[in-house]
């Protein structure tokens, strides 16, 4: 059987320590998925921690046949006693993450006031969002056209490049924050043999011009998501999907590209982008998907830039 608690911690290593020593495992005993990197504040203010989900294997609970006894002869029941409440326990699997919230109180009044008037003081039109973690602290996002504009206009230096590639379908989007981001999908017949996850000599050479790209924006983050069609069971296309991403992030790493840049997840074939009935459909869908996200060290540099 099949389980996994969600750890937050300072880092990604530490939440993951601290799952470890949660669970009595060790490293190899658990796979890792990176939910949130960990992110500095602004201005000094607030921190998120970084969270990760910890899958582990159990053993099945074996199954007991209920037996069906005879009822015993009916007794007149004496007064029941007041039974106390059980105590109720949650496992750390179980425990729900409280999520960030609007910010409210004085302290988070005076951090608006403050960031306002420097946005106006400074005629910039950014606005200051604050939310406030479970853990208490205050994190601030500053909102506003301009900065999406620098941001974008950094992204888009690297664009022209990835464009370069030959077999790189590159686009521009917004990611979660919606903050200006670049995708670059690869499909299999550039990166792998079918139903292979092995990287072929065009894909190696693919992949070398993209690490070269990254390595000249060390302030970008980079999420890998692996994609099947729907042919064969969903265990083998979950695997495939899995080792595809990783076998192009073990490339970038040989690359000296940061690993801590990287994440990586297998999405076998529930995130389609054709028809699967179709053979051209399946093989639209057979691809790897990249998307390159401004990281905290831009989003500052653009914030310091606007406030010039």
Sequence with gaps: ?????????????????????????????????????????????????????????V???????EKVEKPAPAVEPAAPAQAEP???????????????KPASGEK??????????????????AKPVITQGEDGSFHVELVGSNLGALIGRRMDKQKAELEKIEG????????????PAIKVTFDDKILFATGKSELGDASRSALKKFASSLAQSPETDVAIYGHTDN???????????????????????GQKIDPNR??????????????????????QNRRVEILITANDNMIQQAQQEVAK
């Design 108 to 125: 988070a009044e005076q951090i608006e006031r403050f960031l306002t008037g420097l946005m106006e003081h400074l005629d910039n039109d």
């Design 262 to 283: 990287i994440t990586t997840r297998g999405l076998a074939y529930d995130a389609p982008i054709a028809d699967n009935s179709t053979e051209e459909g399946r093989a």
């Design 168 to 179: 790189a379908k590159v686009e521009t989007v917004t990611d979660e924050n919606n903050v």
């Design 59 to 65: 053993p099945d609970e074996p199954v007991v046949e």
């Design 1 to 57: 059987m099949e389980k996994y608690i969600e750890v937050t911690g300072k880092n990604e290593d530490a939440a993951i320590e601290k799952g470890l020593a949660q669970l009595g495992l060790s490293r190899d005993d658990v796979s890792v998925e990176v939910l949130e990197r960990a992110k500095t504040g602004f201005l000094g203010i607030g921190s998120s921690p970084a969270k990760v989900k910890l899958t582990y294997q």
């Design 86 to 100: 059980a105590e109720e326990t949650f496992a750390p699997a179980e425990q729900a993450q409280a999520k960030e």
């Design 231 to 253: 042919t064969g069971s969903r265990e083998i296309n979950q695997k495939l999907s899995e080792e595809r991403a990783q076998a192009v992030s073990n490339y970038l790493i």
